[in-house]
């Protein structure tokens, strides 16, 4: 579980293209499942760096983040209470292409991208009492393509512009979907082969956007992230005014 916010803003740096930046502050905590008695918590950071090019129909985007994770995590065995601060940082890129079909009935967009994430976990020990574990930091990159085509309709209401929107996605993953790391007790190293990540991801998305005249837009989405083995659920809102 986690939760967070997000401050932006956005240049316009010609009549097609407009470039932003980002940070990102929250926390949250997570509990593991088939492993006993493992939870933590959580606060993060991050900057981003973003712009889109569009011309008519079609809309080129990128997006840059840095994201650290500082974890204060707790484990339960047969020695005790082990307790350890693990920090973690996330690198990504991406890019997406787009191009919207305007209908009589909605504008479907078929959009298709590519995006490059790194992971780095520092070395960390867990300590209980007189016992310590030293683990080893682990590094790993994926690679995912997301595609899928998404369905909205603008509807005026006097000087409100509504447009609700229905994304679906499918995300294959390539890359070090599986990491080794290695810890060692009282002398004894000892390697985990840890699953990441699946190896197809699918995601659907439901939002409601509302538009007041050409300066003030708010809206509201909730996005579901699935695969064999991860179930995600998210909700958003946002609030932006132009001038």
């Known amino acids: 579980n986690l939760r967070g916010g997000v401050a932006g803003l956005d240049v316009t740096l010609s009549d097609n293209f407009v470039q932003g930046a980002a940070i990102t502050v929250g926390s949250g905590n997570s509990s593991s499942k088939n492993i006993k008695s493992v939870s933590g918590d959580f606060d993060y950071y991050g900057f981003n760096l973003y712009g889109a090019y569009v011309n008519d129909a079609l809309k080129l985007s990128y997006d840059l983040g840095y994201t650290k994770v500082s974890n204060d995590a707790t484990a339960y065995n047969s020695l005790g209470k082990f307790s350890s601060d693990i920090d973690t940082k996330v690198f990504t890129l991406g890019i997406k292409g787009a191009y919207t079909f305007n209908t009589s009935v909605m504008d479907i967009t078929p ?6 994430a790194k992971y780095d976990s520092d070395d960390y020990t867990a300590t209980s009492g007189l016992y310590s574990v030293n683990n080893e930091g682990a590094s790993s990159s994926l690679v995912s393509f997301p ?5 909205s309709k603008d509807i005026s209401l006097s000087s409100w512009t509504v447009v609700p929107t229905v994304n679906l996605e499918v995300i294959p993953v390539t890359g070090d979907k599986d990491v080794d790391t290695k810890s060692a007790f009282d002398g004894v190293v000892t390697s985990v082969n840890t699953k990441l ?3 197809i991801n699918y995601s659907t998305f439901v939002g409601l956007d509302a538009l007041y005249g050409e300066n003030f837009s708010m809206g509201i989405k909730y996005n579901y992230t699935g695969s064999k083995n991860v179930d995600d659920h998210s909700v958003n809102a946002t609030l932006r005014y132009t001038f």
Do not use: T
Not at 111 to 116: F, N
Not at 147 to 151: D, E, I
């Open 111 to 116: 959009h298709l991208g590519v995006r490059y």
């Open 147 to 151: 595609v899928g085509v998404s369905f």
């Open 197 to 199: 990540h699946d190896g």
